[in-house]
């Protein structure tokens, strides 16, 4: 490992530190944008009181005539489970909504007291998913009524509520074969009367307070609008509520659990409109309203929503569509993160161990960059065969014009260079493989962070999860005797005293700040690092063969 190498690493470190920091503190433009870019005489059609304190059950009052919002029974909720190959679901009466989601196939440890993944399961029935009203000058609450559970019918959970002035609404959810389902919500007018209303559906969620080293990965809502991921943290909520407009297109919005996903899509509606707001403590609630419909007497309208709540699994989320892989957020870098995903899946497949894969993709970068490295390598050997070679002479302009005429100094070595052919910024380029890593041990970094593929997968003995750190922090500590190695057979151009024993304390440094990373980037660093001493010593080797062989001209023709 020489100087450039430090360079580059030092570079790649900050430069990755910095990212981090500015996404922590500043929020994006297209946040900012999105608060902002509808036209202050176009509101919102219904608002939810600021704070909501007024409703712990999570209702809002109505901002216009009509139905009155009934009071809660809660002695009358009935709890309707339902359950899939990949999920359990608990629904209520009340509302005809989902109380309860749980993964059957994830969960929150390896230890033998386990617990199933829990996506949501909330205590408020305001806070049921699903909740529906029409709101507007035909307001209609729906969402916190006592339903009719209707017979389930193979996949089908219906629920029925009629008001009494003869609008019959039933909600009829949809359970496939993955971790999706459809709400269907069909809107009946049996009065004498037309009704018109902005369909409304509301999502809530609790988060606790993030600590600072968790702030970028915690847990919170999501909106995907003009094709991009948006995340607004909770202090911004707080400040007031952040709404995307027609113009934003929202696609879909929801609640991010870092590898898991609860998502709301609306079906072939116009002008969605998604306003996020803080209702108490650190609960947000995500208001999401459509055109508004009218209902002619005796006609039916069908509202339709797809819900998915499950892991955030890259080739499940793009068969769904919709844009919902964009919750893998890999960052900056997402396609090369996604590439190297797909390629650990590959492997995987092939050996049944993403440790193993995690090495062979190691092995394959190191193969793809290898003529930089041996093209750097040449420059480096050259260069430091060049400075041992004039360090004499210049030692000598150093000790005369170093300490009384500083511009002169630098003029006389510029002269030995010249005189002796050097190119003081010849090696340069070998920072190019440096350079080129930095994308990679990014992309790398959310591959290994962000992707459930690598939650509690286990590769040997003691490291039963790649995406945790070594819990006997044997990697990282390999990972820095193998960057001293390498540094040691890597040839260097300094003869600073104080450089060389800056290049020798980067290796402690590198592994102190490695012992918290996942124990697969951990691994992937090692390999990296016995991969690079073997190249440099077979090009050591090649090197000597060369030299030799040029030394001895009757030597080329055998």
């Given at each position: 490992?020489?100087?450039?190498f430090?360079?580059?690493?030092?570079l790649?470190?900050?430069?990755?530190?910095?990212?981090?920091?500015?996404?922590?503190?500043?929020?994006?433009?297209?946040?900012?944008?999105?608060?902002t870019?509808y036209?202050?005489?176009?509101?919102?059609?219904?608002?939810?009181?600021?704070?909501?304190?007024e409703r712990?059950?999570?209702?809002?009052?109505?901002?216009?005539?009509?139905?009155?919002?009934?009071?809660?029974?809660?002695?009358?909720?009935?709890?309707?489970?339902?359950?899939?190959?990949?999920?359990?679901?608990?629904?209520?009466?009340?509302?005809?909504?989902?109380?309860a989601w749980?993964?059957k196939?994830?969960?929150d440890?390896?230890?033998?007291?386990?617990?199933?993944?829990?996506?949501?399961?909330?205590?408020?029935?305001?806070?049921?998913l699903?909740?529906?009203?029409l709101?507007?000058?035909?307001?209609?609450?729906?969402?916190l009524?006592?339903?009719?559970h209707?017979?389930?019918?193979?996949?089908k959970?219906?629920?029925?509520?009629?008001?009494?002035?003869?609008?019959?609404?039933?909600?009829?959810?949809?359970?496939?074969?993955?971790y999706?389902?459809?709400?269907?919500?069909?809107?009946?007018?049996?009065?004498?009367?037309a009704?018109?209303?902005?369909?409304?559906?509301?999502?809530?969620?609790?988060?606790?307070?993030?600590?600072?080293?968790?702030?970028?990965?915690?847990?919170?809502?999501?909106?995907?609008?003009?094709?991009?991921l948006?995340?607004?943290?909770?202090?911004?909520?707080?400040?007031e509520?952040?709404?995307?407009?027609?113009?934003s297109?929202?696609?879909?919005?929801?609640?991010?659990?870092?590898?898991?996903?609860?998502?709301?899509?609306?079906?072939?509606?116009?002008?969605?409109?998604t306003?996020?707001?803080?209702?108490?403590?650190?609960?947000?609630?995500?208001?999401?309203?459509?055109?508004?419909?009218?209902?002619?007497?005796?006609?039916?309208?069908?509202?339709?929503?797809?819900?998915?709540?499950?892991?955030?699994k890259?080739?499940?989320?793009?068969?769904?569509?919709?844009?919902?892989?964009?919750?893998i957020?890999f960052?900056?870098?997402?396609g090369?993160?996604?590439?190297?995903?797909k390629?650990?899946?590959?492997?995987?497949?092939?050996f049944?161990?993403?440790g193993?894969?995690?090495?062979l993709l190691?092995?394959?970068?190191?193969?793809?960059?290898y003529?930089?490295?041996?093209?750097s390598?040449?420059?480096?050997?050259?260069m430091?065969?060049?400075?041992?070679?004039?360090?004499?002479?210049?030692?000598?302009?150093?000790?005369?014009y170093?300490?009384?005429?500083?511009?002169?100094y630098?003029?006389?070595?510029?002269?030995?260079y010249?005189?002796?052919?050097v190119?003081p910024?010849?090696?340069v380029g070998?920072?190019?493989?440096?350079?080129?890593?930095?994308?990679?041990?990014?992309?790398?970094?959310?591959?290994?962070y962000?992707?459930?593929?690598?939650?509690?997968?286990?590769f040997?003995?003691?490291?039963q999860?790649?995406?945790?750190?070594?819990?006997?922090?044997?990697?990282?500590?390999?990972?820095g005797?193998?960057?001293?190695?390498?540094?040691?057979?890597t040839?260097?151009?300094?003869?600073?005293?104080?450089?060389?024993?800056?290049?020798?304390?980067?290796?402690?440094i590198?592994t102190?700040?490695?012992?918290?990373?996942?124990?697969?980037?951990?691994l992937?660093?090692?390999v990296?690092?016995?991969?690079?001493?073997?190249?440099?010593?077979?090009?050591?080797?090649?090197?000597?063969?060369e030299e030799a062989?040029?030394?001895t001209?009757?030597?080329?023709?055998?």
């Amino acid at each position: 490992m020489d100087r450039n190498f430090v360079i580059g690493m030092i570079l790649m470190t900050v430069l990755f530190y910095l990212w981090i920091q500015w996404g922590n503190f500043f929020p994006s433009e297209e946040r900012r944008r999105a608060a902002t870019q509808y036209s202050s005489t176009q509101a919102p059609p219904s608002t939810s009181p600021k704070g909501g304190a007024e409703r712990r059950d999570g209702a809002s009052p109505p901002s216009t005539p009509g139905e009155e919002i009934p009071e809660i029974d809660r002695a009358a909720e009935e709890i309707v489970p339902y359950e899939n190959e990949h999920y359990v679901v608990e629904l209520s009466t009340l509302g005809g909504s989902v109380k309860a989601w749980r993964l059957k196939h994830y969960y929150d440890s390896l230890g033998e007291d386990r617990k199933r993944v829990v996506l949501f399961d909330e205590k408020e029935p305001g806070d049921y998913l699903g909740q529906f009203r029409l709101g507007g000058s035909g307001f209609l609450e729906t969402g916190l009524v006592p339903y009719e559970h209707l017979p389930t019918t193979g996949e089908k959970v219906s629920f029925r509520w009629q008001s009494p002035a003869g609008v019959q609404v039933t909600k009829t959810y949809t359970f496939g074969e993955d971790y999706s389902a459809t709400l269907a919500i069909a809107i009946e007018n049996r009065s004498e009367e037309a009704i018109s209303g902005i369909p409304e559906i509301f999502l809530s969620r609790d988060f606790g307070t993030p600590t600072r080293r968790r702030r970028r990965f915690f847990p919170g809502p999501l909106v995907f609008a003009e094709k991009k991921l948006h995340k607004p943290r909770l202090k911004e909520i707080r400040k007031e509520p952040v709404t995307f407009f027609p113009a934003s297109q929202v696609v879909w919005f929801g609640f991010d659990k870092k590898y898991f996903l609860t998502a709301v899509v609306p079906l072939e509606q116009e002008n969605v409109t998604t306003t996020l707001r803080n209702l108490y403590g650190d609960r947000v609630q995500i208001q999401t309203t459509s055109a508004a419909r009218t209902v002619a007497p005796g006609e039916t309208v069908t509202l339709s929503y797809m819900i998915y709540g499950g892991p955030k699994k890259l080739d499940l989320l793009e068969q769904k569509d919709f844009g919902l892989s964009h919750a893998i957020r890999f960052g900056w870098v997402e396609g090369i993160s996604i590439f190297f995903l797909k390629i650990l899946n590959f492997f995987y497949r092939i050996f049944g161990n993403y440790g193993v894969a995690i090495i062979l993709l190691t092995l394959l970068v190191r193969m793809a960059l290898y003529p930089l490295s041996a093209k750097s390598f040449r420059s480096m050997k050259k260069m430091s065969e060049d400075m041992k070679k004039i360090q004499p002479e210049l030692e000598r302009v150093k000790e005369k014009y170093y300490e009384t005429d500083r511009q002169r100094y630098q003029r006389e070595v510029m002269e030995v260079y010249k005189r002796n052919n050097v190119n003081p910024v010849g090696c340069v380029g070998s920072l190019a493989p440096t350079l080129l890593q930095i994308p990679v041990f990014i992309g790398l970094y959310y591959a290994l962070y962000n992707a459930i593929e690598l939650r509690h997968a286990p590769f040997v003995l003691w490291i039963q999860d790649l995406s945790a750190k070594d819990p006997l922090l044997i990697t990282p500590i390999l990972m820095g005797i193998s960057m001293y190695l390498s540094q040691k057979l890597t040839p260097t151009t300094t003869t600073d005293p104080m450089q060389k024993k800056m290049m020798t304390v980067m290796p402690i440094i590198f592994t102190f700040m490695f012992l918290g990373l996942p124990s697969g980037l951990i691994l992937y660093w090692l390999v990296s690092n016995i991969a690079s001493i073997a190249q440099t010593y077979w090009m050591n080797k090649q090197y000597a063969r060369e030299e030799a062989m040029a030394a001895t001209p009757g030597k080329r023709g055998r």
